[in-house]
């Protein structure tokens, strides 16, 4: 899982700049300035004009320089992993950031020497993430195994040419492994052209959607599959790098980020190229006639403000929302008005991560959940809807070992039942989710099942 972060930056290098002047000259006629192509980011220091700039909520002072283990040379980038808990962050990661940008689409490799102090598994490394969230460019390597050894690691680029002015030079993410932090240690990043990376092949998920005209979808599960040395490597790769198109654009069209939209009526069918290389894989679009929607909004709560803790609706103060559509669920939503009332649709609903981890809720003195649907699909059985909360328990860390949580599940028969049509209220006891043994550190609400379409409104919890 990879949770949604604000970030900010925290700059622990030094960038010096350096005024020229000399005599004039006329520049009407001169070509744009190339950009440097130097390749290295830490060779026993800092690449030129490179700031580190970590993540927000991570450890800010992970990052050091050692001289006492290295790979070659006198020093080595140390990287203190923090202990589940730990006040000062997380977990430990951030990204080395050209103050201007460089040219990388001579080499065809990032590459880095690493080890640990015990055998782990890195949660995310690479490189394209420039610390601004607008990022194009992203390419990374996930849960990548890491020994108490020194390893060279080959993060190939998917599409070079589209690194013509990158500032992104590499990034990390690591969390606590089973709760507990270690030391990684990191040497000779740079760029390369090893000549030893052949065969790629691009890929996109297959995917089938439906919605109506003005829904959006996004094309997932872009990466490019390489033989390096003669072993098979995905890395994955943002959209960016891919160039779209869609069989029928009239039904729905696709832009530069993979961003689909629906238009009219009918079926098409999203592709993806990786410069002149076809992908696999692909996304089948079925754009149906606008269901109706809810006409009336949903009831209004009637609990004093000072007895709830509301996650959306318009009658309370709302508390931050990391995303109501996680990286790693499989829905759709977008914000809709009922009669001037705000609403979250969700459209495409397999299972919806809503997460609220950079700001936790403390609901230990509270004593139900609430939350309004509407839905215009059958609700006869099999129809069923879950709803489902995660704590992170006392330590407020995802996977820290003291984790828990409950789902409840609802059908035409449960009470409160699933009806079409019609708004339905669930006001649920924190008894009833058996298994959420702790509600200090709230992190996500889960919603799944097989009802394509559901309108959600005051979401929150009360006593």
């Known amino acids: 899982m990879t949770a949604s972060r604000t970030i900010h930056l925290v700059a622990l290098a030094a960038v010096v700049i350096i005024g020229i002047s000399g005599c004039a000259r006329d520049t009407e006629t001169l070509e744009p300035a190339a950009f440097p192509t130097h390749a290295e980011v830490f060779i026993d220091g800092f690449g030129p004009n490179i ?25 080595a980038l140390s990287v203190t992993v923090p202990d589940a808990g730990d006040p000062a962050g ?26 640990a102090s015990m055998p782990a598994t890195l949660n995310e490394i690479g490189f394209g993430n420039d610390n601004t969230g607008t990022s194009r460019y992203v390419a990374m390597l ?72 003005g829904d959006n979808f996004t094309v997932e599960g872009t990466a490019v599959t390489f033989d390096i040395s003669g072993v098979e490597q995905t890395i994955l790769a943002s959209p960016g790098y891919f160039t779209f198109s869609s069989s029928d654009p009239s039904v729905a069209t ?15 069918v999203i592709t993806a190229r990786l410069g002149d290389l076809d992908a696999k894989g692909s996304v089948t679009v ?13 009831p209004v709560p009637s609990h004093p403000a000072a007895n709830v803790i509301a996650l959306f609706s318009n009658a309370y103060v709302s508390v931050p929302v990391d995303t109501w559509s996680a990286d790693w669920d499989m ?47 059958p609700t006869a059985a099999p129809a069923i809807l879950k709803i489902k909360l995660v704590d992170f328990g ?6 820290g070992g003291d984790d828990s949580e409950h789902e409840l599940s609802f059908t035409a028969t449960s ?23 702790n509600r200090g550190h709230l992190a996500q609400l889960i919603i799944s099942g097989n009802l394509n379409t559901v309108y959600v409104d005051n979401v929150y919890f009360r006593k």
């Open 394 to 399: 006392a330590n407020g860390v995802y996977d």
């Open 254 to 268: 696709v832009d530069e980020n993979g961003r689909i939209e629906a238009v009219a009526t009918g079926t098409t």
């Open 286 to 298: 079925t754009v149906g006639a606008a269901q109706a929607g809810p006409g009336t909004p949903a």
């Open 142 to 213: 996930e849960d990548v195994p890491i020994s108490t050894t020194w390893k060279k690691y080959v993060l190939p680029l998917p599409l070079p040419a589209k690194l013509n002015a990158e500032r992104g030079l590499f990034f990390y993410a690591e969390g606590p492994e089973n709760g507990y932090g270690y030391e990684i240690l990191i040497d000779d990043i740079q760029y390369e052209n090893l000549g030893t990376i052949a065969h790629p092949s691009p890929s996109i998920s297959t995917l089938t959607v439906s919605g109506e005209p």
């Open 331 to 377: 829905a759709d939503v977008k914000d809709v008005t009922v009669a001037g009332d705000d609403v979250k649709k969700y459209s495409n609903l397999v299972f919806a991560g809503i997460e609220f981890i950079s700001q936790t809720i403390d609901a230990s003195d509270l004593t139900h959940f609430h939350m309004d649907i509407w839905t215009p699909d």
């Open 415 to 437: 009470s409160p039942a699933l009806v079409t049509g019609s708004w339905i209220s669930f006001d649920i006891p924190f008894s009833r989710f058996a298994g959420l043994r």
């Open 90 to 115: 997380s977990f430990a990661g951030g990204a080395f950031v050209a103050g201007s940008p460089r040219d990388l689409s001579g080499y065809d490799a990032l590459t880095f020497r690493a080890k």
């Open 51 to 75: 700031d580190y700039q970590a993540f927000g909520g991570s450890k800010v002072d992970a990052l050091d320089i050692t001289t006492s283990d290295v790979y070659r040379g006198i020093r």
